[in-house]
């Protein structure tokens, strides 16, 4: 019997060729991302992100958000490649230019999907940062995990 649950968990032929290729196209690459927590401040209900790790007891949260965020990681290390494309956007008021990121795992980043309400992982390579809003595309004789997203864009830096 654990020889048929190892044979319907084991990778295809496909997904171990496509492991390898993600592999060799991404070069090990490493993407590290940061959770963040909303704030809101209760002068003016103004809101910002702010790093979970600058936060402490003291700060704006009420205490289930403390303890929402205490229950995952302050950062995540996902293996895999990351694919980018800039869209430049002519509008009356602006010009600006949008970064759509896809990020390809061949493991499901787990702790994407167990954040809370009021707070993100934002991931960051070669200066741009991102976070991911839907997990797609997936096929699972390939056995890749596909995450896609667009840059935080330069007016929601500060």
């Given amino acids: 019997m654990s020889s048929v649950n190892e044979a319907a968990g084991a990778k295809t032929e496909l997904g171990s060729d496509l492991e390898e290729g993600l592999l060799a196209l991404s ?12 704030v809101v401040l209760p002068l003016d209900g103004f809101i910002f992100w702010v790093r979970a790790d600058l936060l402490s007891d003291d700060s704006f949260l009420t205490a289930a958000q403390l303890s929402s965020i205490e ?7 996902a293996f895999g490649s990351l694919h980018y494309a ?3 956007l002519q509008e009356e008021a602006e010009t600006f230019g949008r970064n759509r990121v896809i ?9 994407l999907n167990k954040i809370a309400p009021g707070t993100l992982y934002i991931g960051e390579f070669e200066g741009i940062r991102f976070a991911f809003s839907s997990r797609g595309s997936f096929y699972r004789q390939a056995a890749l995990y596909h995450y896609v997203g667009f840059a935080v864009y330069p007016d929601m830096e500060t």
């Fill in 86 to 88: 800039t869209e430049t």
């Fill in 103 to 111: 990020f390809t795992s061949v493991r499901e980043v787990q702790d």
């Fill in 71 to 77: 229950m995952v990681p302050k950062t995540i290390d």
């Fill in 27 to 38: 070069r090990n690459q490493n993407i590290t991302f940061r959770l963040y927590a909303r």
